[in-house]
T-cell receptor, first 115, second 115 residues
Framework: AQSVTQLDSQVPVFEEAPVELRCNYS??????LFWYVQYPNQGLQLLLKYLSGSTLVKGINGFEAEFNKSQTSFHLRKPSVHISDTAEYFCAVINYGGSQGNLIFGKGTKLSVKP | KAGVTQTPRYLIKTRGQQVTLSCSPI?????VSWYQQTPGQGLQFLFEYFSETQRNKGNFPGRFSGRQFSNSRSEMNVSTLELGDSALYLC??????????????FGEGSRLTVL
């Protein structure tokens, strides 16, 4: 069964520093990959998604992610973070052909941006 | 256009009671999914409904049930509440594109506390 591992549960970083949030999935079958962000007391918002094509995907708020099929990874990056990026970030996967309502999520990474 | 609306946002129940949560999807979205979010288990898939039919179900006991109406609105019900049911329940809707490539749009959730 497919699973998602987010290697860091918490990532503290200073404002304007770069950040990378790591995500690995278990199965090498064709997949769609997503990153969602959750701000306190809110639902999840899609940051970006990889469906096919270029392995470098750009999303909202200056985030980007790179799909690496051989390493089954989909790490999220931002070159310079802001205080407002403080939130919890979730990586999610769905096998190609699966129902998009049944995303498999990682446990999340809490990004804390300090001034 | 209006997003996914969940009601109530907060509720407190006691053990043994039952609860019904409501979700109104984005207009035109026929798929509604439910997730349970807890600090320990993260986001866990409960079930997905499409055109009034349950299409997928997660690994939850039968106390958790749901339904979808002809206007795509959905409800989930938890009977005989246990302390461990305390969680944020998130509803998500989607266009249900073929192959699972679409985006899930989440509501802000219903936070259930069981005393």
């Amino acid at each position: 069964a497919q699973s998602v591992t987010q290697l860091d549960s918490q990532v503290p970083v200073f404002e304007e520093a770069p950040v990378e949030l790591r995500c690995n999935y278990s199965s090498s079958v064709s997949v769609y990959l997503f990153w969602y962000v959750q701000y306190p007391n809110q639902g999840l918002q899609l940051l970006l998604k990889y469906l096919s094509g270029s392995t470098l995907v750009k999303g909202i708020n200056g985030f980007e992610a790179e799909f690496n099929k051989s390493q089954t990874s989909f790490h999220l990056r931002k070159p310079s973070v802001h205080i407002s990026d403080t939130a919890e970030y979730f990586c999610a996967v769905i096998n190609y052909g699966g129902s998009q309502g049944n995303l498999i999520f990682g446990k999340g990474t809490k990004l804390s941006v300090k001034p | 256009k209006a997003g996914v609306t969940q009601t109530p946002r907060y509720l407190i129940k006691t053990r043994g009671q039952q609860v019904t949560l409501s979700c109104s999807p984005i207009s035109g979205h026929r798929s509604v999914s439910w997730y349970q979010q807890t600090p320990g288990q993260g986001l866990q898939f409960l079930f997905e409904y499409f055109s009034e039919t349950q299409r997928n179900k997660g690994n939850f006991p039968g106390r958790f049930s749901g339904r979808q109406f002809s206007n795509s609105r959905s409800e989930m019900n938890v009977s005989t509440l246990e302390l461990g049911d305390s969680a944020l329940y998130l509803c998500a809707s989607s266009l249900a594109l073929a192959g699972g490539a679409g985006e899930l749009f989440f509501g802000e959730g219903s936070r259930l506390t069981v005393l």
